[in-house]
């Protein structure tokens, strides 16, 4: 029995085996069987090779003791593969758990698209958080960036609300839709002042079959990595 179909046996099943710890659920499922299949292959390599060795020239034990390290090897990727696929089961089990329990909290999430609703007289509401005392601009634009209101802001050191009642710069009252704000601002030593931007609203939907799970806030859909507090 040749020792290179034995090698190649062996790395057939180290490179499925690491291929499959890369690819999605059901690619592992077609990955393990294939492991499997040269898994076999190999034993009955390995048991064939000992049976017609000759006895003249036996195998060599240092070569043979490497082909079962090789092979407890892949035995050991084969399982860790299992067990990983095992732990992203769970996490994502985890994760939509998470998701659903979150349906119905008032949350703060980082972001600049805020809703408006005039039907509900809800007007588009910011939290504003600057390092320190500052004046600025204060721009909001639709959802396709045209320019709807401009005005001066003066903001305070910490977190701050904003609100927008929906009337533009002209006085024309824009209609519901979503719009996002920026802001330009400075310090009282004139140098440019970062100001974060945070919405907040309540939780009104999960979807489960994004990964990861994603949330509805107030029309928008975040990540739970997105929110920054949670009020129930």
Do not use: C, H, R
């Not at 985890?94 to 007289?121: F, M, R």
């Not at 204060?138 to 927008?164: A, E, M």
């Amino acid at each position: 029995m040749s020792n290179v179909s034995l090698s190649s046996a062996l790395s057939n099943t180290s490179n499925s085996s690491s291929s499959g710890s890369s690819n999605s659920s059901s690619s592992n499922n077609s990955a393990a069987q294939q492991i499997a299949g040269n898994f076999d292959t190999f034993l009955q390599l390995l048991t064939t090779q000992l049976q017609n060795q000759d006895p003249l020239s036996p195998m060599d034990s240092t070569q043979f003791t490497q082909e079962l390290v090789e092979f407890a090897s892949v035995e050991q990727q084969i399982n860790t593969n299992t067990n990983l696929q095992t732990m992203i089961n769970l996490q994502q089990t985890s994760e939509a758990t998470a998701a659903l329990q979150l349906v119905g909290s008032t949350v703060t999430v980082g972001g600049s698209s805020a809703t408006l609703s005039n039907a509900t007289n809800s007007p588009a509401t910011w939290s504003l958080t600057s390092p320190s005392v500052a004046t600025g601009t204060v721009t909001i634009t639709t959802s396709s960036g045209q320019t709807v209101y401009t005005g001066p802001v003066s903001l305070s050191t910490g977190t701050q609300s904003y609100t927008w009642s929906g009337q533009g710069t002209n006085g024309t009252t824009w209609p519901d839709g979503t719009y996002k704000l920026s802001i330009a601002a400075t310090g009282a030593n004139g140098q440019p002042v970062t100001v974060s931007t945070q919405i907040q609203g309540t939780v009104t939907g999960a979807n489960l079959s994004s990964t990861p799970p994603t949330l509805t806030v107030n029309g928008q859909s975040v990540q739970i990595s997105q929110i920054t507090s949670i009020t129930n």
